[in-house]
């Protein structure tokens, strides 16, 4: 498995652990099938509570029945996951940074002890109801209202583009509650069988298709006072949880381009062409080079990335810049990858052109590509592009 | 009650490697914990489960501190606590055989009064497939070998160990064996879980408790081995195989003319 710069040499035995069970999981769990998941647009429903039990939502959440693991060892389970499908790590990205992050910050302990557990084990599933069909680059232009009644609050507008709503048990909406001064952004916590809640599910998708995509409609549905998150105001809670998961895709596309480059690799070696392997041509090795050292540079990065953010000193923007370079990485490794199988790469029965597939969606959700430019941008002169 | 696991890290020969004195050249060795032992850990730690009583599982192995991490993997599955015999007179012995093995597991046995040990039928690298039983046989013990079903009830309230074993040709044999007793456990028996990271983390606190042979009340003697290895090559492949060259059509008629030369098929 390609560590060229023995990164992996510093983890600590637990790291180790983690990393080799998380690979064991996915090579015998995930792998066999995904190809399949992908080409029927299923997601495999079975390894919602396997993960569970596994305790790959939120485990560096102490408490709840959660693990508490460190900021690296969630890193290197990001990448594990993402080497089998970017549906899989998103799945566990939207279960544990998206919705259950959220909650541990920002929830009352009524809430907590409400969902914490049953997310944790995969019991509950939960989204993310932030993107609006007319809103996605510019969120805080949202157009989900919650107006205060006697004892709650009436929730109306629509959200879409959300991973697991179709499945899930709760969704963390993220809408403006205009009873208040300046309509400032709440989160509520929607429980999906609540009446008015639509999960229509979104087919047609060429990219992350063993992933379950779908939108939410709130029609005048009701919520009581203590579904509402207490402790986030604005467009930082929903911007603190984007920050905890892009940290997570930062680490896990370096998965997917490695398994996509692996995949290459054994390729070039096993292929013959003109009386022997293809992987004697200097062009293919100038591909395997680069493909290597373009990986290498994004593992760097995620392993700064972690020791930043143990230390408490990560920026949201240092994240940007990760996410930004990583999946660009992921993206181009995975075609490159995908040149190299020649026809073959173009069937489901290899994982370069999957990857690259989901790749499409990794640059543009959790912040596009250009808008993580601009932030940035923004942050070297001061000037931000978007305002 | 107590479990007693014997767990062993094995070597992985990748596919390209070279043979270097009597052994393979470690660098093409990779360790992992012995596929066998998996099942034996599950099987122990499904004992410890499903009883009402508190059950101890110790797992045992003979090696290097190298092999800590294998055996802490088996504690993050649920194993309570470890021992690792290791001394630098094992190190230097040139050859650990069957005999050797039992004399360090048999003083574990003494230090640990198991009331059922739990092996592996066989070990992925050295494949011997008789530490299980030699054992038994040292500590007087009832024995089950290749053992694919276990009724963990029995184990549990009546001191019994009901356990299937495969026969040649697809055959079950039910037997049940009265505890103490030494199972060898076959792959298959039961499902190996995965560690979680819960479990992970807490095994990094268990113990592994390192063992000399002089704690053991033993001395170099222990390991002298009456089975040397004398070599270790790779037999020369002798291959009939012919690959015809060609697409299907020319494949087929260099196929259908060698048939023919062998006298295959009507003229
Ligand atoms: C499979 C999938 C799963 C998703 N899951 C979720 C989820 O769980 N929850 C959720 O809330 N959302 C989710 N999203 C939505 C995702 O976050 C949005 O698609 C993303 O934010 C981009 O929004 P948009 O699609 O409306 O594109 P737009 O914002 O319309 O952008 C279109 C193009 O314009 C560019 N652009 C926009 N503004 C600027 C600017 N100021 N300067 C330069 N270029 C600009 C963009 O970079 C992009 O190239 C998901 C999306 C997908 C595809």
Redesign the pocket.
Known sequence: MLDYLGLEADLTQEERMIRDEARRFVEEEVKPDIGEHFENGTFPMDLVPKMGELGFYAPTIDGYGLPGVGDRAYGILMQELEAGDSGLR?MAS?QGA?VMYPIYAFGSEEQKERWLPDLGTGDAVG?????EPE????PSGMQTRAERDDDGFVLNGS?T????SPIADVAVVWGRDTSADDSPVRGFLVETDRDGVTTNKIDD?L??RA?V?GEIGLDDVWVPEENVLPGVEGMKGPLSCLTQARFGISWGVVGAARDAFEAALDYAKDRDQFGGPIARFQIQQDKLAEMATQITNGQLMAYRLAELKSRDELRHQHVSMAKRHNVRMAREVSRTAREILGGNGITTDYSPMRHLANME?VY????????HT?VIGADLTGIP??E | MKVLVTVKEVAEVEDDFEIADLDVDPRYLEYDLNEWDEYAVESAVQLAEAADEEVEVVSVTIGPERSEETIRMALAKGVDRAVRVWDDDIEAAEFLDVASKVRLLEAVVAEEDPDIVLSGVQAHDTGFGATGVALADAIGFEWGAVVNALDIEGVLNDGVARVHRELEGGIEELTEIDLPAVLTIQTGINEPRYASLRGIRQAQSKEIAPKTLSDLGLDFSAVESELFLTDMYEPETESDATYFEGDAGEQAAALASALREKGVGAE
């Open positions: 998103s939207v998206l989204c993310f109801g932030l993107t809103h996605g680059s510019n959200k583009w959300i991973t697991n998708k990219s992350m992933s995509t969606t543009t959700y959790e912040g596009t590509h250009d808008i601009l592009a978007f």
